[in-house]
């Protein structure tokens, strides 16, 4: 059995059928849902899901496991540490019995479970890919799946990578337009992978709190839902920027202040900022890293390598820790 983060007094779980478990109902969540009054009730009705399932379902935060790494860096990069995840259907497993949001993969790792766990989890289509046998200064990622076999699948949102700082940017805004378009007519929430990356930009600069910012901001500006984001540095990329940075004596020495920002440049906060888990780490890494999310004000987090590269029963331990830090956030 789950075992539920504790809730406030007067907040109430209330069970949704054809959502798995239960679903949560708060204040919070109608807040964060009031954001978003242009859309239809069918992803009003979706992004309620997002927020209410799991241990951290009505609190207004997320633990998302997102699984692309077969597709992007290659099996044996991504399962090899821990076998049992080169099976699609362990994933699943892994993101319900750890109590998380959702769980997100490209079309054939949820082909490969979506029947089977139907119901029992909310599930993210990532509609692009890339893979890294082939790498180019200004990245452009495939269409790999469509609003129609979200649908087909049951999910309740759909997932898109953009990287701005790219030559081929515009190209992927575009496509996102279009998917947003008919997702958001579907009853679809929208996430965006926001990952500057490009020639214009140094390797430093692909995690500088201004570009990061940035990004946040444009995933924003093209009808996000959720946003994901790499954590920030203290790094300052573009000269313009540093001016205004030091002039206005914007916070950013410490990880807490560059999440607030980052989540600032989102709307001033009212949009849905989760980060990266990014590259694997020990124990104490994510910790404190969840931490810091926690008090600059950020979403959560979506942990992928850091999660289904450990063992099942240490990474629901280290899932549960950092869902626990969110909850008393």
Not at 187 to 203: D, E, F, H, T
Request: proline share 5%.
């Amino acid at each position: 059995m789950h075992q539920w983060a504790k809730l406030p007094v007067g907040w109430t779980r209330s069970p949704s059928e054809g959502n798995g478990g239960t679903v949560v109902t708060t204040k919070r969540t109608k807040e964060i849902l009031s954001w978003y009054r242009s859309d239809n009730p069918g992803t009003l009705a979706n992004l309620a899901h997002l927020l209410g399932h799991g241990r951290l379902g009505g609190t207004g935060k997320l633990v998302i496991l997102p699984v692309d790494q077969g597709f992007e860096h290659g099996p044996a990069r991504s399962f090899a540490p821990n076998p049992p995840s080169y099976d699609p259907r362990y994933h699943f497993e892994l993101a319900i019995e750890a109590g998380c949001n959702a769980y997100a993969a490209p079309l054939g790792f949820l082909e490969a479970g979506a029947a089977e766990f139907a119901g029992d989890i909310p599930l993210i289509l990532k509609l692009n890919n890339s893979d890294s046998l082939y790498s180019g200064d200004d990245p452009c990622p495939a269409m790999t799946g469509s609003v129609g076999d979200a649908l087909r699948l049951g999910c309740s949102a759909i997932g898109f990578t953009i990287y701005p700082g790219s030559a081929l940017r515009n190209e992927m805004y575009q496509q996102l337009r279009e998917l947003a378009e008919d997702a958001k007519a579907a009853g679809l929430a929208i996430v965006i992978w926001s990952y500057p990356r490009g020639a214009a930009l140094s390797k430093e600069g692909e995690t500088a709190i201004d570009v990061v910012a940035y990004g946040a901001q444009i995933a924003a500006q093209l009808g996000a839902h959720l946003i994901k984001v790499k954590l920030p540095s203290a790094y300052l990329e573009q000269d313009a920027a540093r001016k205004v940075y030091e002039k206005q004596g914007i916070p950013i020495d410490t990880l807490a202040d560059r999440v607030r920002h980052v989540v600032q440049s989102a709307f001033n906060g009212r949009r849905i900022v989760i980060f990266s888990g990014g590259p694997a780490k020990d124990r104490k890494g994510i910790i404190e890293e969840a931490q810091a999310i926690a008090e600059g004000g950020g979403f959560g987090s979506i942990i992928g390598r850091n999660s289904f590269q450990r063992a099942k029963t240490e990474a629901i331990e280290l899932l549960h820790e950092v869902m626990e830090i969110y909850a008393r956030s």
